[in-house]
C-alpha cells in the first residue's frame, strides 16, 4: 500500500492546473484536515476520483497478491466480495492516503517535478520563455498570460527552483498576425 509513497498523490492525481510550491503545501494541509477527522470513507472515495483511483489501483494488487494463495482453496471469490475486508482495504488506504498528503505538506521530496498544463496562468517565478519566444518580444502582453505548451519541466529542490520552460498562447497570435 505504501508503493509510490514518496510521489506527490501516488502518481494518481491529475491536476489541471499549476499551483506554486507554497500553494500546494497549504492545499495538502487543507486536504488533510478537512478529512482527517472524517470517518467517512465512502464520501471521501466519492468527492476525490483521485483517492478513488488510489484504492481502485491498491486493491487489485492486493487481490492479485492473494490470488496465487486463495485461488486454490476457492476462497479469494470470497475475500473479493467480503464488504467487512473492503472495508477495513479502504479505512487503511484512506490512513495512508492523508498520512502523505501530510507528509508532502510539510517537506517536499529533496527533488520534485513539476509540468505546468496549458491554460495554467503564468509565473515568472516558476516559468520562463525560451529567449525567442519571450514576453518581451510582445508589445502588449497580458499580465495574465495563459501557458500554450510545456516544452520543458521544472524542478523544485528544496528551497531553489529550476523553472519549466513554457511557450504562452500570447505568443502564437503575435504570429498569426504577423502572417
Known amino acids: 500500500m505504501f508503493e509510490d509513497f514518496e510521489s506527490a498523490d501516488f502518481k494518481v492525481s491529475n491536476d489541471n492546473l499549476f499551483k506554486t510550491p507554497n500553494q500546494l503545501k497549504k492545499d495538502r494541509f487543507t486536504y488533510y484536515m478537512k478529512w482527517s477527522g472524517d470517518s467517512r470513507v465512502g464520501q471521501l472515495i466519492s468527492e476525490d476520483e483521485a483517492f478513488k483511483r488510489f484504492l481502485h489501483t491498491k486493491w487489485s494488487?492486493?487481490?492479485?497478491?492473494i490470488k496465487i494463495r486463495l485461488d486454490?482453496?476457492?476462497l479469494l471469490s470470497q475475500v473479493e466480495e467480503s464488504t467487512d475486508i473492503k472495508s477495513a482495504f479502504n479505512q487503511v488506504g484512506k490512513s495512508i492516503w492523508l498520512l502523505q498528503k501530510l507528509a508532502f505538506a510539510y517537506e517536499p521530496a529533496s527533488a520534485e517535478i513539476f509540468h505546468v498544463p496549458a491554460g495554467s496562468t503564468f509565473h515568472e517565478d516558476y516559468m520562463m520563455e525560451p529567449l525567442d519566444m519571450a514576453a518581451q518580444n510582445i508589445s502588449d502582453a497580458s499580465p495574465d498570460r495563459r501557458v500554450a505548451l510545456t516544452t520543458t519541466p521544472g524542478f523544485t529542490l528544496r528551497n531553489s527552483i529550476i523553472q519549466a520552460q513554457v511557450?504562452?498562447?500570447?505568443?502564437?497570435s503575435v504570429m498569426n498576425a504577423e502572417e
Open 72 to 74: 486454490h482453496e476457492g
Open 167 to 172: 511557450c504562452c498562447t500570447d505568443f502564437f
Open 61 to 65: 494488487k492486493f487481490v492479485e497478491g
